[in-house]
């Protein structure tokens, strides 16, 4: 079969950016609150999810196990109802998928709430990579198909931990794909999370945007240009999307403990930025990473200290970053327990 050349279309150039030194919006007050979520639509399936979630949170608090919201994959902002455009939000969700897995690795239930087709835990090692999944298979010796020799343990592995994460109903998956969505969706279930008390975890991976169309000045219909267009140019109002961390740490979840991720680009905003929400949100855990370095380094920023977790280059090509996020999360998931028992 003829190689085909790879082409990656996921890194446009960087020269050009916008300046984040510039300052922030506001954290949202209850007003915000309020106004966003009585002025916005509720997704119409929001009550079956909440039902969904319900249900797991609960079956995981009889049985005592700890449970982590873990959220994964970018937020859209669509520019018309019946959406041909919208603007999309940085993220495979390769964090949050890998995330998942040392999780359940370590016991705790998960719930995913993901990007409906950005990456999940298990199928990832499978999908979205440039191999065809027909790739993987190959004839038997009787001529029936089957896994190709050189795929086969490590898929038998990757089945094994998929199968026994099902059987004891260990993961539930959520998926959203507007930052509408998102919203309610995480507001949902953070309050149904928050009856575990402290045994709840937030991991927010999703990469949310920072701007939205609000239903009342959303179009129906694709925009047409001629209705849009001023001085030759298509212009677009969006809002900033208010800044709910608080009304989470507040409100929302209190008991729980919640880690979010910081992004940037410029390795020199990246601890500045980390503080910054910190101080802002009081929550308990920034991860902060940048853009150009996120799957070999990242750095843990709480009240106390800083710390970098990194890659070693003697590190084979197999060994994930969140094979040491994830145990120094749950390590402060226990301590932050044990100190508010
Ligand atoms: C992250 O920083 C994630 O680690 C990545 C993961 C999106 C970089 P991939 O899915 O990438 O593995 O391709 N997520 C948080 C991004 C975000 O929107 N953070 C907000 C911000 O930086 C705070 S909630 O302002």
Redesign the pocket.
């Known amino acids: 079969m003829p190689q085909l050349r790879q082409i990656h279309t996921s890194q446009p150039s960087t020269s050009s950016a916008i300046d984040r030194s510039v300052p922030d919006f506001p954290v949202a007050a209850v007003d915000d609150e309020s106004h966003y979520f009585a002025s916005n639509e509720p997704p119409e399936y929001l009550d079956e999810l909440v039902k969904e979630a319900q249900c797991f949170v609960d079956e995981h608090k009889s049985k005592g196990n700890k449970v982590v919201l873990v959220t994964?994959?970018?937020t859209t902002v669509p520019l018309e109802n019946n959406t041909v455009r919208f603007i999309d939000?940085?993220?495979?969700?390769?964090?949050?998928a890998?995330s998942a897995e040392y999780f359940l690795e370590e016991g705790y239930a998960v719930i995913f709430l993901h990007r409906e087709f950005?990456?999940l835990p298990y199928s990832r090692h499978y999908s979205h990579t440039t191999n065809c999944f027909l790739d993987y298979m190959a004839e038997g010796k009787d001529g029936s198909l089957v896994i190709a020799d050189k795929y086969r343990d490590e898929m038998h592995q990757v089945w094994k931990k998929y199968n026994e994460a099902r059987d004891k109903n260990l993961l539930l998956l959520l998926p959203f794909t507007t930052v509408n969505q998102y919203l309610f969706s995480l507001r949902a279930i953070a309050q149904v999370m928050d009856t575990l008390g402290t045994s709840a975890l937030l991991y927010?991976?999703?990469?949310?945007s920072?701007f939205f169309i609000p239903v009342s000045r959303m179009p129906e219909h694709k925009i047409q240009a001629q209705d849009h267009m001023e001085g030759g140019k298509l212009v677009v109002n969006l809002d900033p999307v208010p800044k709910f961390?608080r009304r989470l740490v507040d409100n929302w979840a209190p008991g729980a403990m919640i880690t979010?991720?910081?992004?940037?680009t410029d390795k020199d905003l990246l601890l500045r930025?980390c503080t910054q929400?910190l101080e802002r949100y009081h929550h308990q855990l920034v991860?902060g990473?940048l853009?150009q370095t996120?799957?070999k380094e990242v750095v843990f920023v709480t009240n106390t200290k800083q710390q970098w977790y990194r890659l070693k280059d003697g590190d084979g090509e197999n060994k994930e970053i969140e094979s040491l996020i994830i145990p120094a999360v749950i390590q402060q998931h226990d301590e932050y327990i044990k100190n508010h028992a």
């Open positions: 994964s994959g970018g939000n940085f993220s495979a969700g390769t964090r949050g890998t950005s990456l927010l991976a999703a990469a949310v920072d961390l979010s991720f910081k992004l940037e930025k929400s991860i990473n853009l996120r799957k």
